[in-house]
């Protein structure tokens, strides 16, 4: 092969979800946000940008269902500067490109820090999908599942792979709880009883303190994958 | 020109230099049978030929070869009268049709021939290469049309190859007609279409100041190369759409 | 070599990000060009023998050794559309990972320095297959069996047509598809002795137009 090796890196890009760059940096932590359609992940994910852009480099990936729109809402609110937001398409198939083949995830976490510079937090926000999607361990270090009281407030006790075994289960919109009938008290024993410790956060990010619980999980995490 | 029973072989030949005077000379001016060549009035330090068809063809077995070369400083536009038609012939087997174009650097070269009408029962096989050198220009134009007037078409083999200093820049082969490879007429390839036509423009400048990507309409795309050339792609209902569209093209260009 | 290798690399759910791509079925099915059974299989008979053809060549010269830099420039030449080039890159890109992951091989890393952001995935996908310890045939019929899988797959997303509808396509073209690799592999021989000019450089003017065209709409399903 007649290859020239005038490369920037010392090494060839990273396969999977080493820990580190080719160039010896830790990489940024990637935090990945899954739950079903309109949950309120992108709203999430908007107010943890908000909460935590003058704090930390961040940088969001959005899995979209069709081409752009969660990408398009998170620029039109201005939560980071445009660079720092990238849409990966997905083929109808956002859980495939979250789990079984993340390779075009992986490219765009990537593609951030090589264009934006050193990353402190990667937020991978899933497409809409269903209550069995979760996020690839090749992919993210720690998943968020976002959860709605409007969803019905037995989806804990329904269980499944994200409400289970994510490092998080945010239980959003509790502020609609009494209009939609849903039980708090019911959701909040249900999740324990599927997740034993695994945390669980309820907001309503109308409400005061809004994002705030899922914030300091975030900077929990952080502290960690830096330690 | 021969015409042995294999079919007639006949080649045209053209040289263009710089005169000296701001113009550009023809040292090389040869055609002969069915490529009989004359000059045309110039324009501006622009030489012009065009390719006069003295027979139809080419014919079944038939093997003509249109060579031209710009050297270094010259600016040949080169034309042809009237639409080219392969015809069936008596010889057996198919035509070829070979165009070979060399540009040298700082050259100029405009090949701009009518249609080429792949008539009923015909069988041809088209390649047109250019060489350039890096800082020649190209503007090059190719039309089909599958069939005359309600009439099915024959078999076509189209490759154009453009090669930039070295490399390939654009290669890009079309078959169509009876006997072609599966698919030719359906939805991924021509669907129904009857007239296509490719554009090729190369200049150095787009190297800094590349072309962007552009629809003409739902049937044809212009689009930027690899490399500092533009490629015009478009199917039409009929010949007139056609040439409207990659005229209108070539004219955004500059 | 281990058939079981060619299994691994031909099988659609290797994570290589083909999922994401239809092979121009979007824009084929929106334009009304491919409606249901029929027009799909005339679509992937179409693409099969000019992109197809092409890129099982361009693996096939990968695996027999050619210089994988000049294969990348003969598939940018022989690819005008810009928005299929980057759906090209992206694609090798995504191979060339999930490749160096299960075949780790010199050649693969070599090429992923010279080209960081990806090569042409046919190019890639020769590569992988030599680092599989597969052949130039090997290579060539995972080139021409995804170059119709994909619109078919993704055309039973799009149309809500029959999953056995479109196996029975897929099924019809198997003989095309033997014809195709073979002359694929041909193809690539002689480019060994001629030249990486002398591999097919058959096209679809349809394909190359579409393709912008999906480039350019503001939502679509499918990432070309």
């Known amino acids: 092969m007649h290859l020239d090796h005038n490369h920037t890196h010392d090494g060839p890009p990273a396969v999977s979800a080493d820990a580190h760059r080719p160039d010896g940096r830790r990489r940024a932590l990637r935090i990945g946000l899954g739950g079903p359609v309109g949950s309120g992940k992108t709203a999430t994910v908007a107010a943890l940008c908000k909460a935590l852009r003058d704090e930390l480099s961040l940088a969001v990936v959005t899995n979209d269902i069709y081409t752009r729109e969660d990408a398009e809402f998170l620029l039109r609110e201005a939560v980071l500067p445009p660079e720092r937001i990238t849409a990966v398409e997905t083929g109808a198939c956002p859980h495939t490109a979250i789990r079984d083949d993340i390779s075009a995830n992986l490219e765009a976490v990537e593609d951030l820090e090589d264009e934006i510079g050193p990353l402190d937090l990667i937020l991978v926000e899933s497409g809409g999908d269903n209550l069995t999607a979760t996020f690839s361990k090749g992919l993210v270090d720690a998943q968020i599942f976002v959860i709605d009281v409007a969803g019905g407030d037995d989806i804990p006790r329904k269980g499944g792979p994200g409400v289970t075994t994510a490092d998080l289960l945010v239980v959003n919109k509790t502020d609609l709880a009494p209009h939609v009938g849903s039980d708090l008290g019911r959701m909040a024993a249900d999740a324990k009883a599927q997740r034993a410790e695994l945390p669980v956060v309820f907001q309503s990010l109308r409400a005061e303190g809004g994002v705030k619980d899922v914030a300091e999980w975030v900077r929990g995490q952080l502290a960690a994958w830096v330690a | 020109m021969t015409a042995g029973e294999g079919g007639v072989r006949a080649t045209a030949r053209i040289g263009a230099r710089p005169d000296g005077r701001g113009g550009t000379a023809l040292p090389t001016l040869e055609g002969e049978g069915p490529l009989a060549l004359r000059r045309t009035r110039a324009s501006g330090s622009e030489a012009r030929v065009m390719l006069v068809g003295a027979m139809s063809g080419p014919l079944g077995g038939d093997h003509f070869t249109v060579e031209a070369e710009a050297a270094q400083g010259a600016r040949l536009h080169f034309g042809s009268a009237a639409a080219t038609i392969a015809l069936p012939g008596q010889a057996k087997g198919e035509a070829r049709y070979d165009v070979r174009l060399t540009v040298a650097e700082g050259a100029e070269l405009h090949w701009m021939p009518e249609q080429l009408i792949s008539a009923k029962g015909s069988e041809l096989c088209v390649t047109t290469r250019v060489d350039l050198a890096a800082g020649a220009r190209l503007v090059l134009r190719e039309e089909q049309v599958l069939g005359r007037a309600n009439e099915e078409p024959g078999r076509l083999t189209s490759r154009l190859t453009v090669r930039l200093d070295g490399r390939p820049l654009l290669d890009q082969e079309l078959s169509c007609g009876p006997g072609a490879p599966g698919g030719w007429d359906g939805p991924a390839v021509l669907a129904g279409h009857r007239t296509l036509g490719q554009l090729v423009v190369v200049r150095p400048e787009f190297a800094q100041r590349p072309v962007e990507a552009r629809l003409l309409g739902e049937y044809a795309a212009l689009t930027p190369l690899a490399g500092p050339g533009v490629l015009v792609t478009a199917l039409a209902p009929d010949a007139l759409h056609l040439r409207r569209t990659l005229d209108e093209a070539l004219s955004t260009l500059g | ?224």
């Open chain 3, 1 to 224: 070599m281990s058939r079981a290798a060619l299994l691994v690399l031909a099988d659609g759910r290797f994570p290589a990000g083909g999922h994401a791509h239809s092979g121009g079925a979007e824009a084929a099915v929106k334009a009304g060009r491919v409606s249901g059974a029929g027009s799909l299989e005339e679509f992937c008979r179409g693409r099969l023998h000019t992109a197809g053809l092409v890129a099982a060549s361009l693996a096939a010269g990968a695996v027999l050794g050619l210089d994988p830099v000049e294969l990348d420039g003969a598939a940018d030449a022989r690819t005008p559309s810009p928005a299929l080039r980057t759906a090209a890159r992206r694609l090798g890109r995504q191979l060339m990972r999930a490749a160096r992951a299960t075949w780790p091989s010199a050649e693969l890393d070599a090429l992923a320095r010279e080209f960081p952001k990806g090569a042409h995935q046919p190019v890639v996908l020769g590569l992988a297959a030599r680092a599989a310890g597969l052949g130039a045939e090997d290579a060539a019929y995972c080139a021409v069996y995804e170059s119709v899988s994909g619109p078919a797959s993704a055309t039973v997303r799009l149309l809500s047509l029959d999953p056995f509808d479109a196996t029975g396509v897929l099924a019809r073209l198997a003989p095309d598809l033997d014809r195709v690799a073979h002359q694929a592999v041909e193809a690539a021989r002689c480019a060994l002795v001629n030249g990486v000019d002398a591999l097919p450089a058959a096209s679809a003017p349809l394909l190359e137009i579409s393709a912008e065209v999906h480039a350019a709409w503001p939502v679509r399903l499918f990432a070309s």
